[in-house]
């Protein structure tokens, strides 16, 4: 099994994705002039602290149950939500990513200096991107498995429905987070920084 490497040159999501994080509906809500450009040069300018990683590793399945499954790495995922998303699978990509925790520093610190609005912009922005960032690297497998007759499953992450956040510990090693950066809370497994996701994605 051998890590696979995504790093884009550049990640921006859209105005629309952005505008829709922050609660904007162009049916309902009428948005100045001003803060739509305002918006816009914030993401514009957010491209020199966004730095989109990610790795992937693939993985067969070795053991199907009712309430978790095992893969060829000994990863056991603990989760009936996911092992009916998966039934139908033999292989699954393993993904974890992020922008880099530049973003959410710069966040933090117009907060303290009390510009709330270009903060709350700003997660918007990293929120997107990230995102952005995992519909990057689930289009790309599913264009290059598309050719062997495979579809995906939905992406599905820890810390949704019963799949629980500890298995960042045995998963971050697997995906060799630590040479992009990515970590995780002692706690409550959070992952390290902020703008960060892992997932899984099966194909059948």
Avoid at 135 to 156: A, F, H, N, Q, V
Wanted: aromatic content about 6%; proline content about 4%; hydrophobic content about 40%.
């Amino acid at each position: 099994m051998k890590i696979r490497r995504f790093a884009p040159p550049a990640i921006i999501p859209s105005i629309e994705k952005v505008m829709g994080r922050l609660g904007y509906n162009k049916k309902k809500t009428k948005v100045d002039d001003s803060i739509i450009q305002k918006i816009q040069n914030e993401i514009s300018s957010s491209i020199n602290i966004i730095h989109p990683i990610g790795n992937v590793l693939e993985n067969k399945i070795t053991s199907k149950y009712d309430d978790f499954i095992v893969l060829e790495s000994g990863l056991k995922l603990k989760s009936r939500k996911i092992c009916n998303i998966l039934k139908d699978v033999s292989s699954v990509s393993l993904m974890i990513c992020t922008i880099g925790k530049e973003i959410t520093e710069k966040t933090i610190d117009l907060t303290k200096r009390e510009d709330f609005s270009t903060a709350v912009i700003l997660d918007a922005i990293g929120s997107e991107a990230v995102e952005a960032l995992a519909d990057y690297i689930e289009k790309t497998l599913s264009i290059e498995k598309s050719y062997l007759g495979l579809k995906p499953t939905m992406r599905y992450s820890p810390g949704y429905g019963d799949l629980k956040t500890d298995i960042h510990k045995e998963m971050l090693p697997l995906l060799e987070a630590t040479s992009i950066g990515i970590s995780f809370h002692q706690e409550s497994y959070i992952l390290i920084p902020e703008k960060s996701i892992s997932a899984f994605i099966g194909w059948h």
